[in-house]
């Protein structure tokens, strides 16, 4: 039932209400997280002989364990790529609540006492990029490891209540190999760049003692003598903990180079207007003038050395054969003279401008003989 707890109290710690988008570590961080201690029932022995495991005559029973705390405080290195390694200075604490078995003829007894635990262990652990799996605005970074050591656990005033003299009287340290097993995930806090909150479960084991050696002492009498040997099985231990991270290296990631723009050069003003006319007619119109003083405009915000005025006309005539062709060609002649007087007439040097007449040659539309094509009917204005 209590695990059971435990694990619901760990899955509210997840889903607390995010923060940020937690970063991936690069660089050094510090470690310290605390929260709550639950530990199975360890199973311990008590016999004469130096290995108890081959003693005739010895007690075995259970320790129950109440709650308890642990914490720990770590150091360690992230390699930019998820992975982390870091070394961990751990403590623990619980109460023993009851003791079953033969140390209390069969039946389980309240107990009095209380175990602590110090040790060290190098934990290895990866950060899972949630954006791998398309969750790239999810504000978790979960993480997982495990880890390797050394624990030592001391058992002081642990005896049964329901005795007198207090048997049994377990008041010694053991030490042993460890490991554990770590899930947790990471939130950024706001404002403070490099500081997150993490929240995690952590499994460890602690290998148990047979009882040989000086750690495998205990007392029986509260006077103090020596008493028998005791050996513990392997302890196992469930952690819930809330804690803080702080990363030295947490500048953002610079940002992606700028795409390559290719800037276009900058819209230069045409250098050829076309002014047009009406059939057999010289005059400007209103919207000729327009054309002209556009090109006047524009001579003067581009380099120009000269300006040639070109006029043309469409193949058909107000008079036929020959004499139309000339008559063409005098046509195209004073359109040109047209504009040029208006390029004049709007400060453009008279030195500046040559006109040139070509009646229906080079048309811009190709028709039949003797077709009226407006666009034929042209002016073109060359700023050279």
């Not at 392997?234 to 952690?239: E, L, N, S």
């Not at 001579?299 to 008559?327: C, F, L, M, W």
Request: glycine content about 14%; cysteine-free.
């Amino acid at each position: 039932m209590r695990i059971r707890n435990a694990l619901l109290a760990m899955t509210s710690m997840v889903a607390l209400p995010s923060f940020a988008m937690a970063s991936t570590i690069t660089g050094p961080y510090i470690d310290m997280a605390g929260g709550y201690n639950l530990v199975q029932h360890q199973s311990a022995r008590v016999g004469t002989d130096r290995s108890i495991k081959r003693a005739a005559t010895q007690d075995y029973g259970k320790m129950h364990s109440g709650t308890g705390f642990n914490g720990y405080l770590s150091a360690g290195y992230g390699f930019g790529n998820g992975l982390r390694l870091e070394v961990e200075g751990a403590y623990n604490q619980t109460h023993i609540t009851r003791l079953g078995g033969s140390f209390a003829d069969g039946v389980g007894r309240h107990a009095h006492g209380k175990s602590e635990g110090y040790g060290a262990l190098v934990n290895v652990l990866y950060d899972i990029d949630l954006g791998m799996f398309g969750l790239n605005n999810f504000p978790v970074t979960p993480f997982v490891g495990i880890g390797a050591g050394y624990m030592w656990q001391n058992y002081r005033k642990v005896y049964n209540r329901g005795s007198n003299p207090h048997y049994p009287d377990f008041n010694n340290t053991t030490g042993g190999l460890a490991a554990q097993g770590i899930v947790g995930a990471a939130y950024d806090i706001p404002g403070v760049p490099g500081l997150a909150l993490t929240t995690q479960y952590r499994f460890l084991g602690q290998a148990g003692s047979s009882g040989g050696g000086s750690n495998g002492r205990h007392y029986l009498h509260e006077d103090g003598k020596r008493g028998d040997r005791v050996g513990y099985g392997t302890r196992y231990t469930h952690q819930f903990m809330l804690g803080l991270r702080y990363a030295f290296n947490n500048a953002p990631p610079p940002p992606p180079p700028a795409p390559h723009v290719v800037v276009p050069p900058p819209a230069q003003a045409a250098r050829t207007y076309l002014v047009f006319f009406d059939w057999d007619k010289s005059a400007l119109t209103g919207r000729a003038r327009d054309i002209v003083a556009q090109a006047a405009q524009a001579s003067t915000h581009v380099q120009t050395t000269r300006i040639e005025v070109n006029g043309y006309t469409d193949n058909s005539a107000a008079h036929p054969g020959p004499r139309g062709e000339k008559y063409n060609m005098g046509l195209s002649l004073r359109r040109a003279n047209s504009v040029k007087a208006e390029l004049i007439r709007l400060g453009v040097p008279a030195t500046a401008i040559d006109i040139h007449g070509y009646g229906d040659a080079n048309p811009l539309v190709a028709t039949a003989k003797n077709t009226r094509e407006p666009q034929n009917r042209r002016v073109e204005i060359i700023l050279k």
